[in-house]
């Protein structure tokens, strides 16, 4: 036989073996509905507030408020 | 706290505010050199810089250094905003209806008087759905610019910003420019801790920042129709924002990115502002 018939024979081979052995592998993993997730999942405080990801309004940490009143602002002319 | 110089004054089509502590110049003289801008940049007088480079479009022309300043920074806007701030929405702002003054537009429906301002747009022809690029329609050059044929362009919302940022480098290091909403903060203002200002129903400290608000509630004429062109339809922008504040290093930054945070909306704003704003309030 040629190398290259060898090695055509040798690919279909391994293909088919992996594909038995895959099949093999799921028929004896079915889904366990009762296994617990990994990690565990927190449930979210009632309390709990979401992290600021965009929203309405945004001021960046070094920007201070302040008390004082205005003397002016920005707005639509 | 020390008391702060201030100037109330009209200019750029709204009020404008000059602050300062121990200014360079009287607030006076930084007033009229806002003035002096204002006519040089209005495109409601047809004898401007600005409408008499819009009368020749297809020709290079020779512009002032602040024109020519303009104009860059509108390039530069365009190309920071992926194409939503275009100064070239002139003739789509026309055709909308807003062809005189906002005062005038409020007391006199578009259509109603006799000469327009905009005579030097007679021969564009209906603005097309969508604009085109505006490195397409605007070339600078040292001294010199030109307009493509059909193009017009509207410095508006830019150039109050980028006015505001030069008061403020005229006034020195502790004043504080507000024209038309568009502001710069510079220094520790009356108290040594900033500039206090209004934003976002909230009062800030500002001392080396820019803030802009961009909206389509005010200038308002008939159903639908107001003056945030959305360059993509050539007509007033849809969107679910009426107004969008932004907080950025200078006034013009601010200008740019509130004026895209509106075109965006809601969903797509705080994604856009991120990173790059110092603050936003959008309502």
Redesign the interface.
Known sequence: MTRAVLLRLAATAATVVTLLASAGYVASHPKDDRAPLQPPVVKPSPTARPAP????????P???????????????? | MKVAASLRFEALGAECELWALAPAEPLDATAEWIHGLHRRLTRFDPESELSRFNARPGEWLEVSSELETLLREALTAYEASGGLVHVGILPALVEAGYDRTFRELATSPAGDVPQSPHACLDEVSRPPRGLEPLPALLQVRPGRARLERGAAVDLGGLAKGWIADRAVERMGSNSLANCGGDLRALGGGPSGEGWPVAFGGRTLLLDDHGAATSGTAKRRWGEGKHHLIDPRTGAPAVTDLSEASVLARTALDAEVLAKTAILLGSALAPSALGGRALGWALA
């Open positions: 990801t965009g929203g309405r309004i945004q001021i960046q070094g920007v201070r408020a302040t008390e004082l009143p205005a003397i002016t602002g920005t707005h639509v002319s």
